[in-house]
């Protein structure tokens, strides 16, 4: 038994190491990226801007798994912040490894898709990590490298899709389990890799159809097998804002449509003019591109590649196509940029140089956003940070000093966004989306008053229903207070 073990071990660690890496071309490829994502988010980093979960994470240091059964990101954390716990902000660090994953990840999909490493290449993978949807997810700077991660768990099996098939599907397994416990927006991207590879197969004939087959059953298998693995052993149930039922009162392709139609009319109506031109010539040329390089029939050719886009389209939201309620925030729509990647590599990579430019714009075009996006945030902070400053001086008069006596709060409407804010939403309304706002309903808006200004009080949602009842005491360009008793409601404006 001990022998068959040791030959066991011996031979995963073989198949693991079997290959062949040029590591100063791996060093090069993964350096320049990096610098080129440190670069395009230096913006974000200056900003400081603590997005969402990071202001209470930054005061109370609480657990990464959270609701969500993220057990990878947690035990990662421990690691991250050296043993720091309760956690503490260190960013850009955070930020920081997210784009080293981000440059190995692109590597990885550069070499199984193109089998070669040039910059072009390189470049063309950039969609990955600043598309604007995986901005939201760089913001976060606690979150950030594990949503990065469950990138990089879901393409890294590819890298061994031509060893032994059971080899294959053990790393396809594991690499899932690690995306599903880090971030489950990336469920998409295995599937989006297995149906190109799976196709290009039987459009180019490069193997028999038998073999294609084959390995789709195979990474289905895996697929389907981590997903059991995490329903059944690690996953807890989500009672949130988000819902993982998948129907109640309607079937499941009605359901599917549903959302998938709900996820394409967000991205048409956030991109701008310039990135819908540029995503459809690259789309167009790589369809004709395929058909003419495909050894098919050019007929049959035309049905495959068209079926293959359909289905890679429809992948690009995973699992969440499938849920009553999913998330809809632009880091749960961060396939998109693989999507792009898989097509931009495979364009690039067959086509001559000056045929890339329109890849090689959007990848501008997603930088030059990144630096407007980022001097939104550090505009918006300043913003919300003089509104927030008005509000407690205001509720400050209105509580007698040193109180022991703690009065309840609830605050309705929002903060509006700052002049800089709206005239980027002029032409890219995805910003009006990736920039939050001091809103009454969010839980971390009260978090912050209450917390950094030290204000006596304690959160109560139900005072909303007696606002109507309740004199106001307090009305300016910013905010209307209104008291009563120990209760007090603010309406932003």
């Known amino acids: 038994m001990n022998v068959c073990k040791m030959k066991f071990f011996k031979t995963i660690k073989e198949d693991f190491l079997s290959l062949d890496i040029n590591k100063k071309e791996l060093g090069r490829s993964v350096l320049f990226l990096t610098i080129v994502y440190a670069l395009a988010c230096i913006s974000i980093f200056r900003a400081n801007y603590s997005y969402m979960d990071d202001v209470q994470r930054a005061i109370e240091g609480h657990d ?17 912040h050296t043993a720091d716990y309760p956690l503490t902000d260190i960013s850009p660090v955070t ?5 080293v994953i981000l440059a190995f990840t692109g590597y990885i999909v550069v070499q199984v898709i193109a089998q070669k490493s040039t910059k072009y290449l390189l470049l063309a993978t ?39 098939p059971w080899f294959f599907a053990l790393i396809s397994v594991l690499s899932l389990l690690i995306m599903i416990m880090t971030y489950q927006a990336a469920s998409g991207i295995f599937i989006m890799l297995t149906l190109f590879f799976f196709f290009r197969t039987i459009l180019t004939k490069s193997d028999s159809v038998a073999n294609a087959f084959k390995f789709l059953g195979i990474a289905i298998a895996s697929y389907v ?67 003419v390089f495909s050894k098919r029939n050019k007929v049959v050719a035309f049905g495959i590649t068209t079926l293959f886009l359909a289905l890679l389209a429809a992948s690009i939201f995973g699992l969440y196509l499938f849920f009553e309620n999913p998330l809809v925030n632009p880091r749960a729509m961060y396939g998109v940029g693989i999507f792009l990647a898989i097509i931009a590599v495979d364009m690039c990579a067959s086509l001559k140089k000056y045929i890339s430019f329109p890849v ?47 009065y309840e709060i609830a605050i309705i409407g929002n903060i509006a966004r700052s002049p800089v804010v709206k005239n980027v939403a002029y032409n890219n309304p995805v910003i009006n989306r990736l920039v939050p706002t ?4 969010h839980p971390f808006t009260p978090f912050m008053l209450l917390r950094y200004y030290n204000l006596p009080f304690r959160w109560n949602r139900n ?30 404006k």
Request: hydrophobic share 50%; glycine share 2%; charged share 15%.
């Open 64 to 80: 990464m798994a959270g609701t969500f059964s993220r057990y990878i990101s947690k035990h990662l954390s421990w690691f991250i």
């Open 95 to 99: 930020q920081l490894i997210a784009c």
């Open 126 to 164: 950039l969609p990955i990590g600043l598309s604007p949807y995986f901005l939201e997810c760089i913001s976060y700077k606690f979150d950030a490298p594990y949503m990065a991660l469950s990138i990089l768990a879901s393409v890294f099996p590819f890298v061994y899709m031509h060893c032994k």
């Open 225 to 291: 097998i981590a997903l059991l693995l995490f329903r059944f052993c690690f996953m807890k149930e989500v009672v949130s804002y988000v819902s993982t039922d998948i129907t109640v009162n309607q079937n499941i392709a009605s359901l599917f449509w549903h959302n998938i139609c709900r996820y394409f009319s967000l991205m048409y109506k956030e991109w701008n003019i310039l990135w819908k031109i540029v995503t459809a010539v690259i789309v167009v040329v790589w369809f004709v591109k395929t058909i």
């Open 360 to 406: 090689m714009l959007l990848s501008w075009c997603f930088i030059v956003f990144a630096f407007a996006y980022g001097n939104c945030l550090a505009d918006q902070k300043r913003y919300d940070e003089f509104h927030l400053q008005m509000l407690a001086h205001d509720i400050s008069k209105l509580v007698p000093e040193k109180s022991e006596t703690h």
């Open 438 to 441: 001091l809103q009454g309903g």
């Open 463 to 492: 005072l909303v229903e007696q606002e109507a009842e309740m004199p106001v005491v307090f009305d300016s360009f910013y905010h209307t207070i209104k008291k009563s008793d120990k209760a007090i409601v603010v309406i932003l």
